[in-house]
């Protein structure tokens, strides 16, 4: 005679904040969902446009393997009038777990806060007692395990979509996952001046998709950013970074190599507005990617104009019928300006529009026709 049937485990759902660039939401949601398979649809975090919340129930390893996010938070939420509430035995286990929990996905040995008052006799005395329970050094500057507090916005939805939204106004605290934000990337080993943030550059790839079949040239390369997130996307038949600079040359060359990319691709020092050059004997190419010089750090804003034009010439003459060219720019004018010249050869697919401290470049996907 069998016994009952036993339920199904189901591991317990989590609360996750995900924070990214924005302009970036819909395809950080997509990422999401397609990673993650959420209980829930990613929801925007009221009053935010670069977060949104996801109910999680697999391993949180997962949730570090997003590339468009920027980090990853553990939310937890208590009914407390005031932060100094926390300290007590019935909370302060539960923050001491979520810390221990990014130390365990990140191998950190510090911790700060990031809150308003920070520096207050009561947080002064929290982070004694989360340093005592977890083991962890309190380092208000540099600290690797990122603590924030805020108060809980009024009808927040519940982890537990059977529970009602609370009415209630208590506290949250996030705890980041990991030692390091997700944008950090481990690969980047040679910086350049300039350098496309890692995030948009995995969006990019989103955005045009990777195929194994695809041969792919990113020119004006520079740090070889856009470059070595492709190639972690997916394979390609073919790859080759182009610059000028024999620093950016360099440091793709390094970035690649850290990535474990460096016999992937090859890199060739050379002005890809020339006429010839050995570059070109991998194309025709399917996919071309470029984040040309803007004024700031590199070219000029009197230059970038004839820049723009030979970037959409050069790419005309090098792709494949039907390949893409995504030009991440901070010269719009200069750069819809250069479209509408070159429509014979070039149909706008997508645009999109980033915000990067401070600045607003905007992403170009362009068919080639």
């Known amino acids: ?128 007692e989360l340093a005592h329970a977890t083991g962890l050094v309190h380092d208000d500057a540099e600290g690797e395990v990122v603590v924030r507090f805020r108060r809980t916005p009024r009808n927040a939805p519940q982890p537990d979509a059977s529970r009602p939204p609370t009415d209630e106004a208590g506290w949250d605290v996030l705890v980041r996952l990991g030692g390091r934000p997700l944008s950090a990337r481990p690969w980047r080993v040679a910086d350049f001046p300039g350098a496309v943030n ?38 390609a038949a073919s790859a080759v970074g182009v610059d000028i600079d024999p620093d950016a040359v360099r440091a793709t060359q390094e970035n690649l190599a850290a990535a474990g990319l460096a016999e992937r691709a090859e890199v060739i020092r050379a002005d890809v507005t020339a006429a010839g050059g050995a570059w070109r004997d991998a194309g025709p190419f399917d996919l071309v990617l470029a984040d040309p010089p803007w004024g700031a750090l590199h070219g000029s804003h009197v230059t970038n104009p004839a820049l723009h034009s030979d970037l959409l010439r050069v790419a005309d003459e090098v792709s494949a019928p039907g390949a893409h060219l995504v030009v991440l720019t901070h010269e719009i004018k200069v750069m819809e300006r250069c479209i509408r010249e070159a429509d014979a050869h070039w149909r706008v697919r997508a645009e999109l529009r980033v915000f990067a401290k401070g600045h607003h470049p905007r992403i170009y996907v362009l068919e080639h026709v």
């Open 1 to 128: 005679m069998r016994g009952p049937a036993r339920a199904a485990y189901r591991p317990p759902t989590q609360r996750l904040e995900v924070t990214f660039l924005p302009g970036l939401g819909e395809i950080v949601a997509d990422e999401i969902t397609e990673r993650l398979a959420p209980t829930r649809p990613p929801r925007p975090v009221p009053g935010r446009e670069d977060a949104l919340l996801v109910d999680h129930s697999g391993r949180l390893e997962r949730a570090l393997s997003l590339r468009t996010a920027v980090a990853v938070f553990l939310v937890l939420t208590f009914d407390v009038p005031r932060p100094k509430s926390l300290t007590s035995g019935e909370h302060l286990p539960r923050i001491a777990d979520a810390m221990a929990t990014s130390v365990r996905l990140g191998a950190a040995r510090t911790f700060r806060f990031e809150a308003a008052g920070h520096d207050s006799t009561v947080f002064q005395r929290l982070a004694a």
């Open 198 to 235: 890692a995030t948009i550059a995995a969006a990019i790839v989103r955005l045009v998709g990777a195929q194994a079949h695809d041969r792919v040239a990113n020119l004006m390369c520079g740090s070889g950013t856009l470059l070595v997130e492709r190639l972690l996307a997916s394979p």
